[in-house]
């Protein structure tokens, strides 16, 4: 089969790769009907995931069909229609039993696919954990309402669930990206008083204008007069990072109010500093991840229900066969790129 392959930093290589078979009683083997592509896999080509074997085929954000299923596997059939979580986790462990999926203590658990082991770029993927890494699509819901469902979706249904958000808050959204735009998809289901959303892209900035009009945007040079303006208690009640830029980070803790909550989604391609003696008295609550990616039933429900539509952030597609053209176009932000469609049909 054509896989996507990590070969050397900077350096990923469309090859021929032996059928995946199932390894374990627990193992899934998914026929990849559509998949995309992530900034995190922008990281492992850039060198910044140490964990990122070379060799693996890269692609976390996948939807598919079940070819084959180990004797253990009790959740999915061959046949189904699945999304499949970024993440691979036992359901038993510690972390795994108190929902911290994204901390498995299993050797495959935590995000695996597509960085320790062969991922989704590619027409078929094992996946290990399958009754708790594969979620059934409803027969009313299509590939493209949930590819995002098991990765950027996810990670804005969890940032927005561990930031607390009441209805009288004010939330600042930092990024405008593909999952920026989810996570932000997922505060509008928290109905809070006032959304803001900073973003320097005046393309993507556009698009969020656009598509949600109840939501102010600005540009970071405005962004912090802009919420002290715009919130009750000078500041943001709840900043979600998403970005993953030096200066976004700064951004996140100062436009939060006194004792707000600043929740950190992105990954950093370089360490980031808190300098404690210019916040000291703030007394922030800083919550940081990794996504523990376990509502994609919840999600998929809410999708189903008309709650959630993320097919809009689908710009472009691209066969398997084009992917390098695909990464080229998103990795420089060409075209007004927001999300790529990679077809295997």
Do not use: W
């Given at each position: 089969m054509k896989a996507y392959t990590y070969v050397d930093r900077g350096r990923f290589e469309l090859r021929e790769k032996p059928l995946p078979v199932i390894c374990d009683p627990r193992d899934a083997?998914?026929?990849?009907?559509?998949?995309?592509?992530?900034?995190?896999?922008?990281?492992?080509?850039?060198?910044?995931?140490?964990?990122?074997?070379?060799?693996?085929?890269?692609?976390?954000?996948?939807?598919?069909?079940v070819e084959a299923v180990g004797s253990a596997v009790t959740t999915v059939k061959p046949g189904d229609r699945v999304a499949v979580n970024v993440e691979t986790f036992c359901g038993e462990c510690f972390f795994c039993r108190h929902g911290y999926v994204n901390n498995c203590t299993d050797p495959d658990g935590g995000w695996a696919l597509g960085c320790r082991i062969d991922g989704g770029q590619a027409?078929?993927?094992r996946v290990?954990?399958?009754?708790?890494?594969?979620t059934r699509i409803p027969d009313t819901v299509s590939d493209e309402q949930a590819l995002f469902v098991g990765d950027i979706l996810a990670t804005g249904f969890w940032a927005a669930r561990i930031s607390d958000i009441s209805a009288e808050d004010t939330v600042l959204v930092i990024g405008a990206g593909?999952?920026?735009?989810?996570?932000?998809?997922?505060?509008?289901?928290?109905?809070?008083?006032?959304?803001?959303?900073?973003?320097k892209?005046?393309?993507?900035?556009?698009?969020?204008?656009?598509?949600?009009?109840?939501v102010s945007v600005v540009s970071p040079e405005e962004c912090l007069d802009f919420v002290r303006m715009h919130s009750d208690h000078g500041g943001a009640d709840r900043v979600i990072e998403v970005a993953g830029a030096d200066d976004t980070f700064r951004l996140a803790w100062q436009c939060a109010r006194p004792n707000a909550t600043v929740t950190i989604v992105a990954l950093y391609d370089a360490p980031q500093v808190l300098p404690l003696p210019e916040m000291y008295g703030k007394n922030l609550t800083f919550k940081t991840g990794g996504v523990d990616g376990c509502d994609c039933a919840e999600i998929l429900r809410l999708i189903e229900r008309g709650d959630i539509d993320t097919t809009p952030l689908i710009t472009h597609r691209f066969p398997?066969?084009?992917?390098?053209?695909?990464?080229?176009?998103?990795?420089?932000?060409?075209?007004?790129?927001?999300?790529?469609?990679?077809?295997?049909r």
């Open positions: 083997v998914v026929r990849v009907t559509l998949g995309s592509i992530c900034t995190s896999d922008l990281h492992i080509k850039h060198g910044s995931v140490p964990r990122a074997v070379k060799g693996i085929t890269v692609g976390h954000e996948m939807v598919g069909t027409e078929y993927v290990p954990h399958a009754d708790q890494g594969l593909p999952t920026g735009i989810c996570t932000l998809l997922c505060v509008m289901l928290k109905r809070p008083k006032r959304i803001i959303v900073c973003e892209s005046a393309q993507r900035a556009q698009f969020v204008r656009e598509h949600y009009p109840d398997l066969g084009r992917i390098d053209e695909a990464y080229r176009l998103f990795e420089n932000r060409e075209d007004g790129v927001i999300k790529i469609a990679v077809e295997n």
